[in-house]
T-cell receptor
Framework: GEDVEQSLFLSVREGDSSVINCTYTDSSSTYLYWYKQEPGAGLQLLTYIFSNMDMKQDQRLTVLLNKKDKHLSLRIADTQTGDSAIYFCAESPGGSYIPTFGRGTSLIVHP | NAGVMQNPRHLVRRRGQEARLRCSPM?????VYWYRQLPEEGLKFMVY????????ESGMPKERFSAEFPKEGPSILRIQQVVRGDSAAYFC??????????????FGEGSRLTVL
């Protein structure tokens, strides 16, 4: 199976919260990341969390890490149409700082 | 400070031809990474280079693919004798030495290769 798994699609209404989930397999992951890819563009780092943390908040973004279950989530509060994009979860295992990416979750925000 | 520059953005090749993809990292970045995104799949790591050195090529196919990052000039990903299965988006990313050790990468917009 894949090292990093995430659902492929999420559809929400503008103003609602979006929660994108991710699971990973490598228990030695040191850093976990969320990247955003807009159409026709490259990936842009949104936020990352170090493995000894369980939560990180940055304005409308909240990252939750459950290290026991190897589960990472990204919550976007007050989702806007401009948040429509593909969101990639990634992990960087200990000893290697090369991120492994999931397949990406397409977030569609309806007005 | 210009971002990571990749060219060409789109490349069409016939089976058996060669494809060369170029990547200029951000100013001050000495680490370059190549990823491939196949249709309906996520990003797959291919190779990690520093100036004049290949650090990790564990994701590179054993044949037909090569990469370099010379002392001067851009990093080049070269695909010889392309086949239809090579059709994909190829992303380059770079990082400065300090941030290389948190895995924070700065991505280019990608080069989309289509093999006819």
């Amino acid at each position: 199976g894949e090292d990093v798994e995430q659902s492929l699609f999420l559809s929400v209404r503008e103003g609602d919260s979006s929660v994108i989930n991710c699971t990973y397999t490598d228990s030695s992951s040191t850093y976990l990341y969320w990247y955003k890819q807009e159409p026709g563009a490259g990936l842009q780092l949104l936020t990352y969390i170090f493995s000894n943390m369980d939560m990180k908040q940055d304005q409308r973004l909240t990252v939750l890490l459950n290290k026991k279950d190897k589960h990472l989530s990204l919550r976007i509060a007050d989702t806007q149409t401009g948040d429509s994009a593909i969101y990639f979860c990634a992990e960087s295992p200990g000893g290697s700082y090369i991120p492994t990416f999931g397949r990406g979750t397409s977030l569609i925000v309806h007005p | 400070n210009a971002g990571v520059m990749q060219n060409p953005r789109h490349l069409v090749r016939r089976r058996g031809q060669e494809a060369r993809l170029r990547c200029s990292p951000m100013k001050g970045h000495s680490h370059v990474y190549w990823y491939r995104q196949l249709p309906e799949e996520g990003l797959k790591f291919m190779v990690y280079l520093q100036k004049e050195n290949i650090i990790d090529e564990s994701g590179m196919p054993k044949e037909r693919f090569s990469a370099e990052f010379p002392k001067e000039g851009p990093s080049i990903l070269r695909i010889q004798q392309v086949v239809r299965g090579d059709s994909a988006a190829y992303f380059c990313a770079s990082s400065p030495p300090r941030q290389a050790y948190t895995g924070e990468l700065f991505f280019g917009e990608g080069s989309r290769l289509t093999v006819l």
